[in-house]
Each structure stands twice: as structure tokens, then as C-alpha cells.
């Protein structure tokens, strides 16, 4: 299937959404908004296709092209966001804050504090991090001052931090969003700005102390978030690289022989294999002895297998990752999360930083036919980077530096496919109506009162609503209670109380209704 | 005085503040360096004056100007950050989360969602909606695709995703950074990089109704934070383009006799009094009568007189403008704010959308030798704008809409500037410390216990910690309590629970010490 079709059968699907939502018999506007944004990007994706199909290769003839497609004398603007970015409603939006909270909860639960970084960065501190990834930096244009570039990550702007103001001990939160020239997937939730939820620990501290710690706080967020069965899988640079040299593999060949290997996820090792012999130029015999180790997979007892391998046992580095890794270990069962972490020979992540241990933590899916859990993609990710600092210490000083990075992108994803419903995105507490005309200085009044009161209030902006509309936005938003006032009423000196889920109504007086109203919020709270 | 003898002026002031700081003899170093980032960026400052002043014309030959100062073959990175942009340190992001979270309180409390748009946006959809600042735009560089720019406001984007995705009704915030090539003014708070917090109300209503809503959140917004006196000065587009009408100011110089209006908050009237009649050529008896309308401020009472006023009172719009804020004023006394708002003849605001009603918030600073009231700065702003989202609209359908934007960044550095002692920049509640030595293992096992059961816990990285340098870690971070581990203790089953602050001891039972936290926890929060 071609990523043509792919999109084409995406657009059918979320067309059928959409006429759905706009045929059902109450009409969920925020919804049917939501799903249309969808439709829109992925219409928007695949005229992007169509277009990059057709461009020549040069970036001269291209931007020509984009002249030409802005149909010179046609002074309508393209209603639309950059590709492979989104606008996100409020439903996206109360969930990601609730998921963003629950992930700090977790970051303060282990101490961390926050920093923030700008967005953008001189280019120079952004060049020769990323390998081959670097062409999908954003450059901004030069205007006349410094060359500067959006963030890729929020590691290296970290690292800059820590680096530059001689900082020698940190533990760090950083959320925000970073950006990738990246083919945008919409369907598969992959744009080219978005979040990364970052912890990091610098400073030199005893081995696998802070390494454990951030798989212990991987191992929280997930539980906590909830998105189900996961693992996370372990390994060390420092063992792969011994690895390789065990298996014959040239040393300037480390790394490359390493992006093979970080294929195997999603790749069958066959795939990586003929890659490694036909494009990284190794021996096949190479490459087979690699291919035995990668399918290993275990816990202690394959470290111990491992430092009684004769060809490993001989390699010092080996050695090195295999020490960190019984010791990791161990202090993952202390933490009892051993049953949640699997020491995986195949794990090798993209990044040239990393020098110690790797983490990537994946959410366990359906079984395939031979009954191996397969899994349904990344969700967290990290390691150790301890040369990383020095680059930007003025004195070259290092800080040792370990690190996760949470895909709460994957995780805002899975959580929004599992919604059913409609999600509160406000947080009013009572909605002030008027039952007839002519009331709405009373209904200022009234409103003043509550907020003054620090109660959550809100009413119509007409200054004659009808009732039935207005008793209608509670429903739809999800208001818990509406004070309605009528003359009949405030004559007598009360107002109706009318709890919006039951349509029960109660008078109650108007010296003593917010008294009353914030007895009935706080038993709900507690229910 | 030159912006060169206020920069070097600012450099000495704040090389003193940072000798002050590291001959303390507590070194507060987080506090060091967050001041030291601070003397950096001014001192980066004064450089990038001195490069500007010798910086030829062109974009070309700066570029190239550029490439030298870059001096080939010197491999040193840059250790910045980039021109008027800087890193947020902890202290800083502490206090700066907090007042977010008190502004965010009262969006809430007034019942709006929150949104969130692209960083950036195609640049078609920011041409044309910022007058003369346009040329503050950072754009991105052609990578060979769409053309894009960093996003200036965010009312522009709102408006955007207010047309563009059919919306007709929403009360939205948006708390994000917003980005403007200007001459950065360290010294007075004014980055590049900036957050602006907005909050509109976008939907057809009554008039004035969602106008007074939101000067009732300024004032909410400026009494939680906390900055002392201020007043919101109203004024109306409407009334403004009548009051020039009336004056005998020709139609099509409307708007840029309203950008030299503009400039009365910080400029004299005389200076504004010239630049109309000899840069924007408007005849003196027009500004002469322009100038005996803008010097008026009042409530009420002064929209009587202006209604009553011979020549304003035969023009239309004039009319208009002062009906809504009669009726404005009236809400505003509904709401308590009679006494925080000041009609006032002087306001105009820079930018071109508005249509109707205009806001801006300063704070009242000390009093002149005359006995006014001076002003130290606009701390919020906003307004009406009708005509913005129909421009955004596939049918150009228009959809009213008002909102005001916090300045955020100015109530920041107010209160940064206040802050004495050191913030709090985690949320840690206790700390596992070993009294000796081999204790690390026992250290993970009680520290995982904390965890799971939600309680905020750290300990040293380090295997075999002295107990001094613990206990002073918890002070420096301000943690309360501490847990201390000793072979003695435990063999009798029991743990040392020591209060930070009081330094008093006590031992608790290894079964029950996470109750006995707990309680205390609980009894020094509601204290």
C-alpha cells in the first residue's frame, strides 16, 4: 500500500466519522469540529503529497513552485495551519493538560525542578548533535543578525544550560514543544511540532543511581497515565560496542553498524542484516555473529551469560556495560519494577550522544500468531550522555548527564482514541440565568457576588437569553448547577437553585445561596 | 543619556549585585547564577550594540560582516543564547509558574477554555495585521516548502482558528510565548521571546456585556498577582475616529493620527503636537482642538459631557462610541470597578484592528512634584476587534470578538524584583539520609516505599553520602522533613524523623513512619 492510499482510505474513514457525528440527533459541535480539523489536515497531507510528487529537486525550483501555486492575482488566503502542524480545541487540549499533570506529578514526586529554554537557538549549537536527522532542523532566515535555528529536542538546549552557567548538579523538567522538517503522519499522530516531556539528571553521582531512577519514574508515568501493558527495555552503549568489536566489527563502524541494529524494531532482522552487508560494507560472518546476540533478551541471568561469553568476556567495555547493567538491575528489583524491564541486545537508539545505558520503554500489544508479544510503538525513551555538557563549558568541564524523554504525543493519542464521550473543558460551577426579560443587571449583580466569592460563574452575554437556550449550555459544557432568577422569585428574596444532571430545583434564599452552593460543590467534590 | 551609557550603567549595577551574592557568606548558588545569567545578557547586549553600530546596511554585506565575526577556524561554539532571548532557570520558573497559575485561576473562574496554535503560522496569514511593527516578524528560511513565520500575537492565530474552523462562539484562553525581531531592552524586562496570556470572548452578543467581563478580569487578575494601585483606562475606536472627524482630521489620516495619539503615555504633548502637524502634516488648529479632547479623563459624568459637546455630537460614530461606554461604565460599577477604570481621551492603542471599545491597565507609581499620578507602564491591553476573523473565514463570515492580553512578563519581573530570600523550586517533602556508611540499598528500598505511597522523596546519588552534606542539601532546597537511616535504628526497627527547620529528632517505627509524615505533612499544610 502506498503512502497514497494509505491517506486515501484515512480520509474515506475519517469522512464516515464525521458524517456521523454531524447525523446524530444532538449535535456535539466541539466534537464535529475536532474530527473536521482531522479531515482538513489529512486532505491537507495528501495535496502535500501530490505537490512533492511534482517538485523538482532543487530549492530553487521549488520555492519558484510555491510561487507559482499561490496563483498570483487570487488575494485569498490559504485557510490553513503550516504542514504537519494543528490547531488543538479545547477537548485536545483538556486532555493533554490532564495528561501533562499527571506527568509532572510524577517529576516533582522525584524532586525535579523546571527550567525553560528558548525556542530557538544560534544554529552552531545545534550543528553535528542529531547524525543524519540534522537536515530536518528548522532554520530561521537570516535577517540580518545572528543564524539561528528552532530546537530539535530539548536535550541539547539542556545541555547548552547546564553547560554555560557552570551548573554541576542538576534535576531537571523541561516540557515543551521541539520541531522537525519530519514527513508529517497524521494518521499515525506524527506532526512536526510537538511536545517533549524531558527529565534529566546531571551531576557526577555513584553509577546507576540516577540511572535507576529514571526508569523508575518511566515505569510511574505510564502506570499512571494508564495506556496499559508495557516494558521497558534496557541495554548500554558500552555493550554494543563491545559487541561489535567482539563480532569483528571495525571500530569507525561502531556507530553506523549501530543505526542498523536500531532498525530491528521495526524491521525484520533479515532487512538489517543485508543493509549492514550490502550498504555498511561488512563481513557477512560479522554480521551473523551480530545477528545472534541481537535476538538475546532477558534479565540478570543474561548479564551473567553474557560476562561468561568467551568472546565478550574479553573486550573491556563489554565488561564495563555488563557491570552497570547487573547493578541496574538490581536496583530495579529494589524499586520492584523488575518484572516491568527486559535487558534487550536489540535496543540501540538513533543518537550519537548517548554513552551508557539506553532505555526505550514500549507498550506491549496484541499477540502475533506465534504467540511473541509484539509491540505497538515507543512511548518513552533515553539514556545515559556524558560527553555531552563539556561542548559548551567554557572550560570543557563535563557533566555526566542521564535522561528520559516521555512520547506523550504516542501517549495524547492513545488516550484521545479511548475517549468516549465528551470531555469538560471548561470549569464552571453554576451558570446565573435569567427566566424571563429585563433581568440581566440582576444577573451582573449575581454574577459579581459568586466571582467575588471565588466561585467559577458564568452567564449568557444576551442581555434577554431564553431559558431553554440557556439551560441548554449547561448541559452541552457540562455545568454542574444554574441559579435561575425570575421577579417572582427575588421579590420573595430567593433565587431557584437547579442542580443541571437531575433538573431538580430548590429555592433557596438570596443571602444564603452561595453559602448553600458551595455546601452542594463540595459534596460533589468528595463523591 | 545613550542606550550605551544605560547599558554599561545596568552592567555595573548588576556586577555588584553578583560580588554581593558570592561574598555572602551563605552561597545561595542557584540565586548566583540566575544573576549571573542576568549580568551575561546585558554584557551580550552591549556587545551586540557595539556590532550594530558598525553593522553596514544591507542584509548581504551583514551576512557577511556575520561570517567574519564567526572567525573561521577558531571551532569555539558561541555560549549564548540567542540575541534578546534568555534561559529560565528555576528560581525564576517557580515564580513564574505561580503567577501563571493565578492568572490561569481567574480565566478559569470566568469560565474559558484553553486553545493552543502553531509556534509558527504561514506568513500570508500575519501580512498586513501589524502596520508598521510587520518588519518585527521573524521569518523561517525557504527550506523548500511553505513560507513561514513565528507567530507575533496571539490574536491574529486566534482569529485564524476562529474563521478557519467555523467557530461562532468561544471564551478561550491562551497562555503561550510570542516572538518579535525588536531592540531588546534587557534592562527593562523586554526580550524578544516573550509569553502573552490572553483571554477573549469571540460571539455575537449584546453590547458591552463580554466587554466589561474582561476589565472585571483585569482587575481580578491584577489585585490575585498583586502588583499594588493601578487604573484601567477605557477608551473607543468609534469615538476616537469621531473625535478626529470632528476635529477636522481628513478620513484616510484617521489611524496614523491614532499611532501619534498613542505615544502620549510616554511622550509629552508637545513633542506628539508637532510630529501631527510636521511629519503627518495635519493643519495646527486640528491638532490644537485634538489636543484640548485628549488631555479629558473621567467616568461618567465625562461621557455626559462629550455627548453634550456641539461638534462631537453631530457625528455618528461619535455617538456611538459613547453610548457603549456609558453603557460600559454602567457595568463596570455593577462589577466594583467604577473606581479602577478611568475613561480616558488619550488612549488609542497601536494597532490597526480594533474596532470598538479599548483597554490598557498601568500601574500607578509614585506622584509627580505637581501632585498627578505618574504611570510605570502598561501591564495589560486589549480590545474590540469585529472585522479580524471574517478575513479568516472561507465564506468571510464575521464573528465579533473582544479579549485582553496580560503583560505577564511585566508582573514577573515586578514581582522578581520584590522577591526577597531564596523561592522554593521543588516540591520534595521528605529525604531518605544515611547516618553511615553500606546504608545505600536499605536507602532504595525505604525511598521506593515513599513513592508508592505518593510521598515526595529524594536522596543523594551518591553511595556514601556524609550526613552534614545531606542535611544541608536539605536545607538549601528547602525540604522539610528528612528520614535518616542508621544500622542502630533499624535493628531496632525504627528510623530517625528529623524536621528540617527546628532540627528536632525523633525516632518512628519502620512500620508506621510514612503515617507519622503524613499527619505532619498534612498539619504543617493547613498551618
Known sequence: MTAKDTLEAAITAQGDVVRKLKSAATKDKAKINEEVQKLLALKEQLKQLSVEDAEPATEGATAAAAAVAATPGNRNLSLKTAKGTRDYGPEAMALRLRVLDQVVSVFRKHGAETIDTPVFELKEVLTGKYGEDSKLIYDLKDQGGEILALRYDLTVPFARYVGMGNVFNIKRYHIAKVYRRDNPQITRGRYREFYQCDFDIAGTYDPMLPDAECVKVVCEILTTVGVGP???????????????EACGVPADKFRTACSSVDKLDKTPWE???????????????????????????????????????????????????????????????????????????????????????????????????????????????????????????????QVPCVGVSIGVERLFSILEARTTGKTRTNETEVYVASAHKGLHLKRLEILNQLWEAGVKAEHSYKLNPKLLAQLQHCEEYQIPYAIILGDGELARGVVKLREIATRKEEEVALDTFIDELRRRLSVSATV
Do not use: W
Open 230 to 244: 508495557f516494558v521497558v527495555k534496557l541495554n548500554h552503549r558500552k555493550l554494543l560496542d563491545g559487541m561489535f
Open 271 to 397: 532487512e538489517v542484516r543485508r543493509e549492514m552487508i550490502e550498504e555498511k560494507g561488512l563481513a557477512e560472518a560479522t554480521v551473523d555473529r551480530i545477528g545472534e546476540y541481537v535476538t538475546l533478551h532477558g534479565g540478570p541471568e543474561l548479564v551473567d551469560r553474557l560476562a561468561a561469553d568467551e568472546q565478550l568476556s574479553r573486550i573491556p567495555s563489554a565488561l564495563e556495560g555488563l557491570a552497570d547493567m547487573r547493578l541496574l538491575l538490581e536496583y530495579c528489583a529494589i524499586f520492584r519494577v523488575a518484572d516491568r524491564v527486559s535487558f534487550d541486545l536489540s535496543l540501540a537508539r538513533g543518537l550519537d550522544y548517548y554513552t551508557g545505558v539506553i532505555y526505550e520503554a514500549v507498550l506491549l500489544g496484541d499477540s502475533k500468531p506465534d504467540g511473541d508479544e509484539i509491540t505497538v510503538g515507543s512511548v518513552a525513551g533515553g539514556g545515559r550522555y556524558d560527553n555531552l555538557v563539556g561542548m559548551f563549558n567554557p572550560k570543557r568541564k
